[in-house]
């Protein structure tokens, strides 16, 4: 009877066991998704500016440029005569 006792004592402590373990992993991986959409949330729009007195015709505008860069040629390089090897 007590080897009975022991070994449902057993598989009791496993399932218990298994229970906490697997409510942590799941609890731990709302918490992170919970905390990566409060970080991820739209910030609070700031207030709208005011409009400059000056007209939209004199204000500066913003001019970009494409700039490649330049391909460089190389001179091609000389070549030294082919050294001959001998097998003998």
Do not use: H, N, W
């Not at 440029?65 to 097998?87: A, D, G, W």
Request: charged share 35%; proline share 9%; net charge positive.
């Amino acid at each position: 009877m007590q080897l009975l006792a022991s070994s449902l004592l057993g598989g009791l402590y496993l399932i218990i066991l298994f229970c906490l373990c697997f409510g942590l992993v799941v609890g731990g991986k709302l918490a992170r998704r919970y905390f990566f959409e409060q970080k991820s949330q739209a910030p609070p729009q700031p207030e709208p500016k005011k409009p400059d007195d000056k007209p939209a015709e004199r204000r500066e505008q913003r001019v970009y440029y494409i700039v490649e860069k330049k391909k460089v040629r190389r001179t091609p390089e000389k070549y030294s005569e082919p050294k001959r090897i001998r097998f003998d």
